[in-house]
């Protein structure tokens, strides 16, 4: 069986015209949101393999401190984070 052309085309008129300006905007915002949000993730995904290759050239004392350093980081966000959303920090 192949793909209908005709059919698949009265298809996508049939629900684009269900559409409206707002709708198609809102979607269309959705869509730049979750590029935002996938550049995001990216973008945090290099930095993590950078400090990892950087961790690689270090000397064990330097790998510390940057453990201590990135440690240090993520409790002083975790606070931020859990004040932002209402909790009371740990």
Do not use: C
Request: charged fraction near 30%; hydrophobic fraction near 30%.
């Amino acid at each position: 069986m192949g793909l209908d052309l005709n059919e698949l085309r009265d298809r996508l008129d049939n629900v684009l015209n269900q559409e409206t300006a707002d709708s198609l905007n809102e979607w269309i915002n959705n869509k730049r949101n979750m590029g935002e949000e996938h550049w995001s993730m990216e973008k945090f995904m290099s930095v993590l393999d950078d400090i990892q290759s950087l961790m690689h050239g270090l000397t064990l004392s330097e790998r510390n401190e940057l453990i201590d350093e990135l440690t240090h980081l993520y409790e002083r966000y975790n606070i931020y984070a859990s004040t932002r959303n209402g909790e009371k920090p740990e």
